[in-house]
């Protein structure tokens, strides 16, 4: 008989075979900033999370570096917005002005940025539109400006989550042509059209006014054109691919894993976090052996990044059981 059973004995020799661990150093942290003064606003779908305005931002920027993470992903909430989300690329922007208030507080803090219109556009769809349809080509321009004035308020990395195709092509051209030759990539490159991110168009006030954005991002259904995706980013110059929902698509990364050296990225989203929280308020789950769990499956599946809003949580678990 093969005894499987010696190799769990005792705790010494489950540290000892251990495949796969978590680590803070692994962890990328989501926020919110919004305009005004003196807000802290908590979003009623993501317990624990809040829309800060800058001069509030503060208490959390503390926690954050504390906390000794090496990355936070951030979203502005602009209160102006339009047909063509003119705010996104407005050096004096919300988001701009959060970066360069955050670089200055935290120069080591790596800060990266999300690349999208849709918290900008008025219709709340992450490119131009023309009738009912969402225009590429012509969006790439300003997703290209936008890349330029986050870099230029100091963001680190740059992080197109809209989908258009050869996005990643024309950020890069952007960003080198404006000197920005060190500001890294990381595409969302599989990212599907997902009920999972529902929350956070609450949190970050980007629902589209009209249709779905399934004409962009993924169809769920499709783990080989998730392949195509993630190789195609690649070749446009991406520095780290992300698979986005997480747990639903780790076969996604787990191919991804053996076909490419590159950092993989997840993005454990909104709605995979309220679930967990929802559950963990009423009594039902163990909310730190769930999310225990869930983090060493997408570190299992081959993702060396993993975004999550459980970031500050699990730094918090990890030192209890150091
Ligand atoms: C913007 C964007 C979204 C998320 C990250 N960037 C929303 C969307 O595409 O509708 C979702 C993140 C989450 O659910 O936590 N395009
Ligand atoms: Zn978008």
Request: net charge negative.
């Amino acid at each position: 008989m093969i005894r499987m059973r010696r190799l769990r004995v005792n705790d010494a020799m489950r540290n000892l075979v251990r495949e796969t661990s978590i680590s803070k150093n692994d962890l990328v942290y989501p926020v919110f900033v919004t305009e005004g003064e003196n807000v802290k606003n908590p979003v009623d779908s993501m317990p624990g999370i809040y829309q800060y305005s800058i001069d509030r931002f503060d208490e959390e920027l503390d926690r954050i570096v504390k906390s000794g993470i090496p990355a936070i992903l951030i979203f502005g909430i602009p209160e102006h917005k339009d047909e063509k989300g003119s705010e996104a690329y407005n050096d004096e922007g919300i988001t701009q002005r959060a970066i360069r208030h955050i670089k200055e507080k935290a120069p080591n803090l790596l800060v990266i940025a999300d690349v999208c219109l849709c918290e900008y556009t008025s219709h709340g769809h992450c490119g131009l539109v023309c009738g009912h349809e969402i225009l590429n080509d012509e969006t790439l321009v300003l997703l290209g400006k936008m890349a330029v004035s986050l870099a230029k308020a100091g963001a680190d990395v740059i992080a197109p989550s809209d989908m258009m195709d050869g996005r990643v092509e024309y950020i890069r051209q952007a960003l080198d042509e404006n000197g920005f030759l060190n500001t890294m990539i990381m595409a969302y490159s599989a990212k599907f059209a997902s009920g999972y991110y529902s929350p956070f168009r609450d949190a970050a006030q980007s629902a589209p006014a009209f249709g779905d954005r399934r004409t962009y991002q993924m169809d769920p259904a499709n783990g080989k054109e998730a392949v195509r995706e993630c190789e195609n980013d690649i070749e446009e110059g991406a520095d780290i691919i992300m698979v986005k929902p997480a747990l639903a698509y780790l076969d996604v990364v787990k191919e991804m894993s053996y076909r490419t050296d590159y950092p993989i990225a997840v993005y454990n989203v909104s709605g995979e976090y309220s679930m967990v929280k929802a559950a963990a308020q009423n009594g039902w789950i163990d909310e730190k052996r769930i999310v225990m769990e869930n983090m060493i499956a997408m570190k299992r599946a081959g993702a060396k990044i993993i975004i999550t809003y459980h970031a500050l949580d699990v730094v918090k678990w990890l030192e209890e059981d150091a």
